[in-house]
């Protein structure tokens, strides 16, 4: 793609409508758990339904809340942030997550840093592998045998 082509696809990213309520209903068709975060505070803005059913809360009862908050070591993030200072984006990166009722689950996460309305933004998408990682421990210890 060239630069012209590259130009009219930004031209054309501009021309998207901007109402809250067609970003809304596009982030929550999503199949996956996404959120937008804060980097400057680690607040998180805004989550789409998928995320909230996976970690056992209400429709907005995570806006507000500092990322920290639902990791199982709230440290864990720590890492994450600061890889985003240096890059655009993170992939793979495994943590394990808390549930409102405290019960913790692995996942992966794909954040990508952008700007918006003037300030940077984290969008983050997660994937649940817990299942992954149960299923690797037990390999594990079978393979000792």
Not at 8 to 23: H, I, W
Request: hydrophobic content about 35%.
């Amino acid at each position: 793609m060239n630069m012209e082509e590259k130009l009219t696809k930004l031209e054309d990213v501009q021309a998207l409508p901007r109402d809250e309520k067609f970003f809304q209903h596009l982030v929550d068709i999503l199949p996956l758990p996404m959120g937008i975060v804060d980097p400057s505070d680690r607040k998180i803005l805004y989550t789409n339904n998928v995320a909230e059913k996976e970690l056992g809360y209400e429709r907005g009862e995570l806006i507000g809340k500092k990322v920290p908050e639902i990791c199982w070591e709230p440290r864990d993030s720590d890492d994450g942030f600061e890889a985003l200072k240096e890059k655009i984006h993170l992939d793979d990166y495994e943590i394990r997550l808390k549930r409102k009722d405290g019960k913790p689950f692995f996942v992966t996460f794909y954040a990508r840093r952008v700007i918006c309305e003037g300030r940077y933004i984290i969008l983050v998408i997660f994937v649940n592998i817990t299942q992954r990682k149960e299923s690797q421990q037990k390999a594990s210890w079978f393979a000792k045998f």
